[in-house]
């Protein structure tokens, strides 16, 4: 079983709509990154957090440490915001510096 | 957007050759990082660097090995290329440790074994 669990594994959603994407992880851990990774590959670092929420332009992201549980939520979603969404986390025990990650959302926003 | 280059970014071998793909970084950073992503794996860590000439296994480091004789570069090298080993692999970078700095990536080497 995954440390990381991310859910939906696929999301459709209409251009304007609230988006929310689930990541929950069994581990203590100091820090959980979201990724964003575009149809061709790029790899991009939307977030990284260890308490509270952040928000950056329509992309807010909170984390729950008690719960082991983190999401994401996009605001007024647009088809450009179609992508893998990526969960992961440096777990406390073991090397910190190994990254564990989900498996990835696919979003598609459509118009 | 943080200065990383992989090369190259496409490669065909084939089974038994050694391959090396080299990540080079402009942003003096401390940490980098070798991945590789598979269809239902995601992304899995193969070697990480913490420091010139300081390297550490990942999760899947079999049949893989690297060097860092210099900040700016971290080599990933294939001993002899398995099938298995077809891949997208990324090359990443952070300032600190990712407990508590944020990764960056670079465009990713699709390397085929045939």
């Known amino acids: 079983k995954n440390e990381v669990e991310q859910s939906p594994q696929n999301l459709t959603a209409q251009e304007g709509e609230f988006i929310t994407i689930n990541c929950s992880y069994s581990?203590?851990?100091?820090?959980l990154h979201w990724l964003q990774q575009h149809p061709g590959g790029g790899i991009v670092s939307l977030f990284m957090?260890?308490?509270g929420k952040k928000k950056h332009g329509r992309l807010i992201a909170t984390i729950n440490i008690q719960e082991k549980h983190s999401s994401l939520h996009i605001t007024a979603s647009h088809p450009r915001d179609s992508a893998v969404y990526i969960c992961?986390?440096?777990?406390?025990?073991?090397?910190?510096?190994?990254?564990?990650f989900g498996t990835g959302t696919r979003l598609q926003v459509t118009l | 957007d943080a200065g990383i280059t992989q090369s190259p970014r496409h490669k065909v071998t084939e089974t038994g050759t050694p391959v090396t793909l080299r990540c080079h970084q402009t942003?003096?950073?401390?940490?980098m990082y070798w991945y590789r992503q598979d269809p239902g794996h995601g992304l899995r860590l193969i070697h990480y660097?913490?420091?010139?000439?300081?390297?550490d296994k990942g999760e899947v480091s079999d049949g893989y090995s690297v060097s860092r004789s210099k900040t700016e570069d971290f080599l990933l090298t294939l001993e002899s290329a398995t099938s298995s080993q077809t891949s997208v692999y990324f090359c990443?970078?952070?300032?600190?440790?990712?407990?508590?700095?944020?990764?960056?990536f670079g465009n990713g080497t699709r390397l085929t074994v045939t």
């Open positions: 990443a970078i952070s300032e600190g440790g990712p407990y508590n700095s944020p990764l960056h």
């Open positions: 581990v203590g851990i100091s820090a």
């Open positions: 957090l260890s308490s």
């Open positions: 992961a986390v440096s777990p406390l025990t073991g090397t910190a510096s190994k990254l564990t």
């Open positions: 942003e003096n950073h401390r940490y």
């Open positions: 660097s913490y420091g010139v000439k300081d390297t």
